[in-house]
T-cell receptor, first 113, second 114 residues
Framework: NAGVMQNPRHLVRRRGQEARLRCSPM?????VYWYRQLPEEGLKFMVY????????ESGMPKERFSAEFPKEGPSILRIQQVVRGDSAAYFC???????????FGSGTRLTVV | DQQVKQNSPSLSVQEGRISILNCDYT??????FLWYKKYPAEGPTFLIS?????DKNEDGRFTVFLNKSAKHLSLHIVPSQPGDSAVYFC?????????????FGTGTSLTVIP
């Protein structure tokens, strides 16, 4: 039973490019959460999705960031026109039910050069 | 607005001694608290939790204490082992209209010295 799978593990993008981060939840988990950890900061909630629905995106920056969790395939966090300040570790977590705690993936470390 | 705070960014303890990691929170609506452990280049993994209706939960070498009046919780590790060296995140749950949301502290890096 594979855990939460995130890829790529490391992603380097130049300023202005697009970054696409993928997350495959654990088998049987239909709730996906994205968190961001900036240097010297804790984990900050970004967005909560269920299949084909965004449930809570209160932590998402208003511009350039979007997320989806299609009926088939992984959840995608997309960052358009990346800037240096987007450099961070992005963690995905999943749960089988809204009342359960999370299982986290290993994260994607995005570096914008 | 940091609703969950871990004021000690790092802690060093001798092997065999007790490690005490502290966490403070501001929102009285939090009903469930968790500790996660994170090794470098890995995602956080769940360690132990406590409901707001309890004041103590123990699991092997790990014990979490909750003081609701002080809005404070702590994680005790006894005896500490070198493999416990990791970053520990405190998290608190609040039930909202769209389900639960978890708020995380900034983490405490624990080093257990052999």
């Amino acid at each position: 039973n594979a855990g939460v799978m995130q890829n790529p593990r490391h992603l380097v993008r130049r300023r202005g490019q697009e970054a696409r981060l993928r997350c495959s939840p654990m088998k049987g988990h239909s709730h996906v959460y994205w968190y961001r950890q900036l240097p010297e900061e804790g984990l900050k909630f970004m967005v909560y999705l269920q299949k084909e629905n965004i449930i809570d995106e209160s932590g998402m920056p208003k511009e350039r960031f979007s997320a989806e969790f299609p009926k088939e395939g992984p959840s995608i966090l997309r960052i358009q026109q990346v800037v240096r300040g987007d450099s961070a570790a992005y963690f995905c977590a999943s749960s089988p039910d809204v009342n359960y705690g999370y299982t986290f993936g290993s994260g994607t470390r995005l570096t914008v050069v | 607005d940091q609703q969950v705070k871990q004021n000690s960014p790092s802690l060093s303890v001798q092997e065999g001694r007790i490690s005490i990691l502290n966490c403070d929170y501001t929102n009285s609506m939090f009903d469930y608290f968790l500790w996660y452990k994170k090794y470098p280049a890995e995602g956080p993994t769940f360690l132990i939790s406590i409901s707001s209706i309890k004041d103590k939960n123990e699991d092997g070498r790990f014990t979490v204490f909750l003081n609701k009046s002080a809005k404070h919780l702590s994680l005790h590790i006894v005896p500490s082992q070198p493999g416990d060296s990791a970053v520990y995140f405190c998290a608190a749950r609040r039930v909202g209209n769209t389900g639960n949301q978890f708020y995380f502290g900034t983490g405490t890096s624990l080093t257990v010295i052999p």
